[in-house]
């Protein structure tokens, strides 16, 4: 997404938003493996972290 950003004395510069990506340890067909995911889908439990 993109869009701008406002300051107080009402200037617009462009920013854009970035997902927040982790990398993550987790095991994916008995394997242990280390993979980058947002932590929305972490959070939801699409995929579960190893510990």
């Given at each position: 997404?993109?869009?701008?950003k406002?300051s ?21 067909g ?22």
């Open positions: 997404m993109s869009g701008n406002v107080k004395s009402y200037n617009h510069s462009r920013r854009v938003w970035k997902p927040n990506i982790i990398s993550v340890k987790t095991e994916l008995g394997t242990t493996m280390h993979i980058k995911m947002c932590t929305r889908c972490l959070k939801t439990g699409y995929v579960t972290k190893k510990v």
